[in-house]
C-alpha cells in the first residue's frame, strides 16, 4: 500500500484480556518501530524491528507486552492481562532502514475497560 | 538519556500572524531533528527534518526550522498561518550515535488558530 496500515482502528476490551494491534508497514521497509501515545502526551518508543528480528525492544514497559514480525512485513503487537493504564493509541512507523525518516500509520485507539 | 522539551502546551495565534513553536532538547551526542504534525484522528505527518548541513531547514506547508547547537534547540516558525495548520505539533529527537533507535518526542504543542 501507499502508506503505513495499521488495524483495527479501535479496539475495546475488557480488563484481563489478550489482544493484538496489527501495523502493515509501507512495501521495501526493513526497519519498524511500535510506540505508545497516551492522552496529552507524546508518542514513547516501545520497540524496533530491523527485519524480522526485534532489535530494540527497551522501550517495553513489562513482560506482558511483546511483538513479532515473522516474515520481515507485517508485525503484530500483542498485550496480554491487559490492564486500564494500557489504554492508549499505539502508533506504528516504518522506515527504509534505521536512522531513516519514519513514516507513521494512523494508529489503534486501545480502551481497556 | 535524550529529553525533548515543548514549552508551550498550547499557542493560540490569529489567522495570517506568525507563530513559533519552541522546542529544546538535551543529548551528550549529535542528534537529528524532526518535527511532525498531527492532525485530528490522523497519523504523524513529517514537516520537516534536520540532519546535518545548514542549520535553516525548510519544510512542508510554508513551515521552516533553525537548529542551534548552542542553545540547544530546534523552534519551528511560520511567517503567516492559516486557519488548516490548527493541529498538534511534535518535536522529535534521533540519537543514533548513542544507540538509541526510537524517536524521543516532546509532549507537543496544540497550535490553534483563531479566525
Known amino acids: 500500500g501507499a502508506g503505513v496500515s495499521q488495524t483495527p482502528s479501535n479496539k475495546v476490551t475488557e480488563k484481563g484480556k489478550y489482544v493484538e494491534l496489527r501495523c502493515d508497514p509501507i512495501?521495501?521497509?526493513?526497519?519498524l518501530y511500535w510506540y505508545r501515545q497516551s492522552l496529552g502526551q507524546g508518542p514513547e518508543f516501545l520497540i524496533y524491528?530491523?527485519?524480522?528480528?526485534?532489535?530494540?525492544d527497551s522501550g517495553l514497559p513489562n513482560d506482558r507486552f511483546f511483538a513479532v514480525r515473522p516474515e520481515g512485513s507485517v508485525s503484530t503487537l500483542k498485550i496480554q492481562r491487559t490492564e486500564r493504564g494500557d489504554s492508549a493509541v499505539y502508533l506504528c512507523?516504518?522506515?527504509?532502514?534505521?536512522?531513516?525518516?519514519?513514516?507513521f500509520g494512523a494508529g489503534t485507539r486501545l480502551s481497556v475497560l | 538519556a535524550q529529553s525533548v522539551t515543548q514549552l508551550d502546551s498550547q499557542v493560540p495565534v490569529f489567522e495570517e500572524a506568525p507563530v513559533e513553536l519552541r522546542c529544546n532538547y538535551s543529548?551528550?551526542?549529535?542528534?537529528?531533528l524532526f518535527w511532525y504534525v498531527q492532525y485530528p484522528n490522523q497519523g504523524l505527518q513529517l514537516l520537516l527534518k534536520?540532519?546535518?548541513?545548514?542549520?535553516l531547514v525548510k519544510g512542508i506547508n510554508g513551515f521552516e526550522a533553525e537548529f542551534n547547537k548552542s542553545q540547544t534547540s530546534f523552534h519551528l516558525r511560520k511567517p503567516s498561518v492559516h486557519i488548516s495548520d490548527t493541529a498538534e505539533y511534535f518535536c522529535a529527537v534521533s540519537d543514533l550515535g548513542g544507540g538509541a533507535d526510537g524517536l524521543t518526542f516532546g509532549k507537543g504543542t496544540h497550535l490553534i488558530i483563531q479566525p
Open positions: 534536520y540532519l546535518s548541513g545548514s542549520t
Open positions: 512495501s521495501g521497509h526493513t526497519a
Open positions: 543529548s551528550s551526542v549529535s542528534v537529528y
Open positions: 524491528f530491523q527485519g524480522t528480528g526485534a532489535a530494540d
Open positions: 512507523a516504518s522506515s527504509q532502514g534505521r536512522g531513516d525518516i519514519q513514516y
